[in-house]
């Protein structure tokens, strides 16, 4: 698989990595051995980075990979995990103090000495312009608790604030077919300041897998149900925010782009994969079959029609209600 560098990190990671947070919670009930599965068939296809967080299923994400790392010593996999959502979302408890024990935690959750990049996990706004919260992430670096840090982010104004930081070495962003912003300023500042983008949500929650219709139902503990609305967090981590009827609409536009011999899924991933600026694609995978089929996409050629259709689809049917937001 073709790989990329990631930033100020410089490492070389491949261009669809994993998301691990249906491996946690969230997403319905997990079973730790297909979380394995996933972990070994993803590693089988090329993939090099996995994406985490210390809240996904309250360290659950973290130890399955601690314990797939551990039973594969030989495997060169970037791990990057987040920090932030354990508390209250208030910037006072953004300190030194707080970010020692959360990295602890994920180190030990990890089964490493050194993460190899920590982000920021979508923080109270102010946080992404305060110098005391990039210099307590230095003194991490300097303390060899992580080798890199970086930001995932709710807006694009925010991206580009932490890019503007000199330690900043990635953002994570949602970007995809239903989520195009990111394409216009974050893009272009992150590739001139050597700042890596890891594209998040790549499927708009699964929407466009193009499986779901208005009759498809999602688990009581699956955040596609308990979180349409925005009640537990960000509205936009949810089908990218989208309204749901609106997007399956979008979606029967979107499947008459894609090319022969692929999927919807794939078509969507290549889609952002070919966007100059963006590092790796991190679409979630709950079975085997879904973490090769991802993978795969790397593979999918994405043509200048195919990508005027994505930007036609989301001008007639998302920019007014997407773009002012995020």
């Known amino acids: ?10 490492r070389n990671v491949s261009i669809v990595g994993l998301g691990t947070w249906q491996l946690g919670a969230d997403w319905g009930n997990v ?14 296809a090329g993939v090099n980075f996995f994406d985490t967080a210390d809240v996904y299923g309250d360290g659950k ?3 399955a ?5 551990a039973d594969n010593p030989g495997l060169d996999i970037t791990v990057a995990t987040k920090m932030g959502r354990r508390v209250d979302q208030q910037p006072e408890n953004y300190t030194l103090a707080n970010f020692r024990q959360w990295v602890d935690r994920s180190r030990k959750n990890l089964g490493t000495d050194t993460l190899d990049l920590v982000q920021l996990h979508c923080p109270p706004t102010p946080l992404y312009s305060n110098a005391e919260v990039y210099d307590a992430l230095d003194t991490l670096v300097s303390e060899g608790a992580i080798r890199n840090y970086g930001v995932s982010v709710e ?3 925010e991206a580009l604030e932490a890019i503007r930081h000199p330690g900043t070495a990635s953002v994570q962003i949602i970007l995809n077919a239903f989520r195009l912003k990111p394409l216009d300023e974050v893009l272009p500042a992150a590739k001139a300041a050597n700042v890596g983008i890891i594209a998040r949500v790549p499927l708009a929650s699964g929407l466009l897998s193009g499986k779901y219709t208005k009759e498809t139902t999602f688990a009581e503990n699956d955040h596609r149900n308990y979180n349409r609305n925005g009640g537990s967090f960000d509205v936009g981590e949810t089908f990218s925010g989208v309204d749901y009827e609106l997007g399956l609409k979008a979606v029967a536009e979107f499947e008459q782009l894609v090319p022969a011999g692929a999927t919807t899924a794939q078509a969507a991933i290549a889609w952002i994969a070919a966007q100059d600026g963006v590092t790796t694609v991190i679409p979630g995978a709950r079975n085997v079959d879904q973490a090769a089929a991802n993978a795969a996409a790397a593979s999918v050629a994405v043509s200048e029609e195919f990508d005027a259709g994505v930007r036609w689809i989301y001008d007639h ?9 995020w």
């Open 1 to 10: 698989m073709e790989q990329r560098i990631l930033g100020k990190t410089g």
């Open 31 to 44: 079973d730790p051995a297909q979380a394995q599965a996933v972990l070994a068939a993803s590693a089988e």
């Open 61 to 63: 994400s973290e130890q």
């Open 65 to 69: 990979i601690g314990k797939f790392l």
């Open 155 to 157: 807006r694009t104004d």
């Open 317 to 325: 049917y998302f920019r007014e209600a997407i773009h002012p937001r």
